[in-house]
């Protein structure tokens, strides 16, 4: 399954080939960078297999900013220019058993997506490092479709319920089983570093569920508003009164900016955010909504038509957006056929 954590996560590969390459995934932004978390034994192997080489994210070369140890504390800490906003994920501790998880990386250097399973944390061990103490590690058990597979390691372990990362991959084991460094380790290893991590503890998980559950709430008087709206639209009776929609279609607009502002992310909102604005006529506003969604979830072929749809009309008038909205318009349709070929393919496996 493709996840829609992809935004955030990333391929980490040799420069020289595509030989040796693992996943890492972004735990800090600034003005002028990404922070990106890998495993320090994807680098290892990556030196191994050629000591010339250089780590490569995207087309970018990566500084290294600190490295753990490969049989060890099993973490590096990579820098790239930012090129694009890309949501930096939240980190937060847990001390219980138990938890639902997903796990997102790669599995190959060439499958353009990365991939997501499902599993459950099992229980927790310990082993001692001589540089940096007591590390805490989470036992995987993997329950979703795909198994860990080679090119994963530096995977989020993702908590199903708050979306936060609980740990990063660090080995598979056997057999539908594998190891994770537990997330609070990252502060060891990058403990010299002038940003500040925010790791939530468990003190925080009941607010963040709280807080999600009204944004959902939110999302959905939304969805009621704008169902209200569009009925309106279709019947525009007697007593159809234009500023009424207009009022409730900012209404819908300010619940699902509440919804994200609690964290409540989801690609749908920024579809519907998108598509209010887009019907107001605030164009620009509607494509970068759309595309929000997209890179949330990267299959998302209802936002893959709203953009392509909105392009038709950008690129058919003379104005400063028309050749980017002609670009995009023609890579929204290749993008399209090609989802259009892997739902026709699933159901013929099927």
Known sequence: MVSSHNESVIRVKSNKNDKEFGTGFV??????????????????????????????????????????????????????????????????????????????????????????????????SYFESERYGMIKVWNLEITGKCDIENGMSGSPIIDKDTHTVLGVLIVKEKERRGKAISIEALSKVWSDSTIVLFIQNEESEQRLIQDRRIGQLRHEKAKRLIIQVQRLEVTRSGDYDRTE??????????????????????????????????????????????????RLKGNFEDAFKARKNLCDILSSHSNPYSQVAEYTRKKDEKRLEELRHERLKKLIEE
């Open 27 to 124: 735990v800090y932004t600034d003005k002028n960078a990404l922070y990106i978390v890998t495993c320090d034994h994807v680098l290892t192997k990556i030196f191994e297999d050629d000591k010339n080489a250089d780590i490569q994210i995207g087309n970018q070369i990566a500084e290294i900013i600190v490295r753990g140890e490969s049989n060890g504390l099993d973490l590096a800490v990579l820098k790239i220019s930012l090129q694009k906003n890309i949501a930096e994920t939240s980190l937060r501790m847990i001390n219980q058993s138990g938890k639902s998880i997903s796990i997102v990386g790669y599995r190959d250097a060439y499958y353009k997506e990365c991939i997501e399973t499902e599993g459950v944390i099992i229980d927790s």
């Open 245 to 294: 929609v207009a009022k409730l279609r900012q209404r819908a607009i300010k619940l699902l900016k509440e919804a994200v502002e609690l964290q409540f992310v989801e690609p749908e909102i920024f579809l519907l955010l998108g598509q209010l604005h887009e019907e107001m006529e605030n164009k620009l506003e509607a494509f970068d909504y759309y595309s929000v969604s997209i």
